[in-house]
């Protein structure tokens, strides 16, 4: 698995100029790491729109969005309960990756997801206090997960990877699901975030561990974005 770090969420680090050059930057980046083998592009988030967005650049054979939509589909509850989650996790988020991620939200807002046609698989946060958000707006398969927005890929990661890995499996673009190493859950799935490179499971954005050295290279990931 290879994770795709955002410009700007490190010291000195500068924010992309335009959603164009982002593009092209994190299409460069994924034809780096799988070379000619087949893969997916998967985006965590606000992130699923760069996901879904760089598929058609580098010719994914598909995409999956965790619990993905575009900025406009969040209500004012929505906005107040992922603040709220932000809170709770303060300690790791300081006023570089803060600022970054305003940078970020700024760049995607009135972003619309535009047909490519490939298939695709949004995993819903099953956890939800509100009325369901709006549907992914483009033709896709839909699985819901245990967890909420964060637990999806926190405390919930090892189900999160299993339901993208029986998708996968079953859509027969790919490989069979990798195999983790003792200890780590069934699959071997990693998560982008906005500093780290790898890891053996599906890690918040905010969560910065040492690369795992056991990645493989069959599925690239889009960074995270709340």
Partial sequence: MSALPLPGFRPGEPLPASLDALLDALAGAVRSAVGDEPFAVVGYSSD?????????R???????????????????????????????????LDDIRLTAMGGYLRLL???????????????????????????????????????????????????TAKAVGTWLAELGQLASPVQSRPGTGSYAWAAARSAAAHHPRLCPPYHRPACCGSCSRNTAFAPTGY
Avoid: K, M
Avoid at 69 to 92: I, K, T, V, W
């Fill in 109 to 159: 807002a009135g972003v619309s997801p535009q047909p490519h046609g490939r298939p695709t698989l949004l995993v819903t946060a099953a956890e939800r206090e509100a009325e369901p958000l709006a549907p992914w707006p483009l033709p896709h398969a839909e699985v819901s997960a245990p967890g909420d927005h964060f637990t999806l890929i926190e405390e919930h990661a090892e189900t």
């Fill in 58 to 92: 580098v010719g994914a054979r598909a995409v999956v969005l965790l619990d993905s939509r575009p900025l406009d589909a969040y209500r004012a509850a929505d906005s107040e309960r992922l603040l709220a989650g932000l809170a709770a996790r303060a300690d790791y």
């Fill in 48 to 56: 699923g729109l760069l996901a879904h967005a760089v598929a058609e």
